[in-house]
C-alpha cells in the first residue's frame, strides 16, 4: 500500500516532455491529443501557456518535471543544452528508477556518454531519432528510431508509438541511434546536394525550378524503392546485375559533368561521382549491380 502511494505521489503524469522548441511543442500536442497526461518543463515558461491550458502540468524544475512521470522525453537542440539539464540541482536523485529517452541530436559518443550517466544515477536510458518535421508528428508513418536496452524499450514503446508510428527498436547498443541518424543524414544532404545541382541545371537553362521541384517529388517515391533495392543488395553481398548494371551510370553522370562544364556551373558533385565511377570501372565493376559502388568507398 505504501509503495503504491509512493508511485502515486511521485508519478503524477504519463509522461515528462522537457524541451518547446518546435519539436518539443509538437510532441506535447500530440500527446495530449491522444489524451496522456503531460508534465512539461522548459527554459522559457510561457511557451507552455497554451499546452497548459489545455490540460498540460508546468514543473518548476528538470528535477520536478522527471520526478513527474515513470517516462521523460528529452527533446532540446543538442546534448550540450541536455548535459546543461541533467546538471541541474535534484535531477541526478530524481531519475532513479525512471526511463530518460533523448530525442535530440548528437554523436555517438554523446550517446554513450549519457547512458553511462543514467545507469551510473539507477535510470534507464535510450537514445533516439527523429526523422520528420515538427508538422509530421503523430502520423502513423512518422519515422523514429531509438536504441538502447530493450526492456527499455518495451516501457517507452506505447508512448514513443503515440507520437511516430514508424518506430523502430536498433538493438541494444545504445549509439546506434546516433549511427543511423548520420546514415540517414547522409543520404538527405547528398541527395539535396544533387537537388541543388538540378536546381542550377534548371536556372541557367530557363527551366522552371518550380516544375523541376514537382517532378523530383513525382518521381521520390520510385527512387525509394531502388534505394531499398540498392540496400538490400549490399546487405546481401550479391551484386550480380539486377536493377541497373553499373555500366549505365558510368556515361550518365559524365554527361552531366560534361554540361555542367558547358553551361559554366559548379562541377563539384558530379566531378566526384565521375570519379567513384571511374574507379570502378578500372576495377573492372561495371558488369555489376550499381550498389557495387560501394566497393569504391569502402576500406
Not at 511557451?47 to 491550458?53: C, E, G, P, S
Not at 522525453?73 to 543538442?78: F, G, K, S
Request: hydrophobic share 50%; net charge negative; aromatic share 6%.
Amino acid at each position: 500500500m505504501w509503495q503504491t502511494l509512493e508511485n502515486r505521489l511521485m508519478n503524477t503524469t504519463d509522461v515528462t516532455v522537457i524541451g518547446l522548441g518546435p519539436m518539443g511543442l509538437a510532441l506535447a500536442d500530440v500527446l495530449l491529443k491522444a489524451r496522456r497526461s503531460v508534465t512539461l518543463w522548459n527554459r522559457s515558461r510561457d511557451k507552455a501557456t497554451a499546452l497548459v491550458a489545455r490540460g498540460a502540468v508546468l514543473a518548476a524544475s528538470p528535477a520536478e518535471a522527471i520526478a513527474a512521470s515513470g517516462v521523460t522525453l528529452v527533446c532540446v537542440l543538442d546534448y550540450t543544452a541536455a548535459d546543461a539539464i541533467l546538471a541541474q540541482d535534484g535531477v541526478a536523485a530524481a531519475v532513479r528508477g525512471r526511463l530518460v529517452v533523448n530525442l535530440g541530436t548528437g554523436s555517438p559518443e554523446d550517446a554513450r556518454r549519457v547512458e553511462a550517466w543514467a545507469h551510473a544515477h539507477g535510470a534507464r536510458y535510450l537514445d533516439g531519432a527523429i526523422q520528420a518535421a515538427p508538422s509530421q508528428m503523430g502520423r502513423p508513418d512518422t519515422p523514429l528510431f531509438v536504441s538502447g536496452e530493450l526492456s527499455a524499450f518495451t516501457q517507452a514503446e506505447p508512448l514513443l508509438r503515440t507520437v511516430a508510428g514508424h518506430l523502430l527498436h536498433l538493438g541494444e547498443t545504445v549509439d546506434a541511434a546516433a549511427f543511423m541518424d548520420l546514415a540517414t543524414l547522409s543520404y538527405v544532404y547528398g541527395g539535396y546536394a544533387g537537388f541543388l545541382h538540378g536546381a542550377n541545371i534548371a536556372e541557367v537553362t530557363g527551366i522552371d525550378v518550380a516544375t523541376y521541384g514537382r517532378l523530383v517529388h513525382a518521381i521520390a517515391p520510385s527512387f525509394g524503392a531502388f534505394f531499398e533495392h540498392q540496400g538490400g543488395v549490399i546487405a546481401g553481398g550479391d551484386f550480380h546485375a539486377t536493377e541497373s548494371p553499373l555500366r549505365i551510370s558510368v556515361p550518365a553522370v559524365r554527361r552531366i559533368l560534361d554540361t555542367s562544364r558547358g553551361l559554366g556551373i559548379n562541377t563539384e558533385l558530379p566531378a566526384l561521382v565521375d570519379g567513384w565511377l571511374a574507379n570502378a570501372s578500372a576495377r573492372g565493376l561495371e558488369g555489376e549491380e550499381l550498389a557495387a559502388l560501394i566497393k569504391v568507398l569502402r576500406r
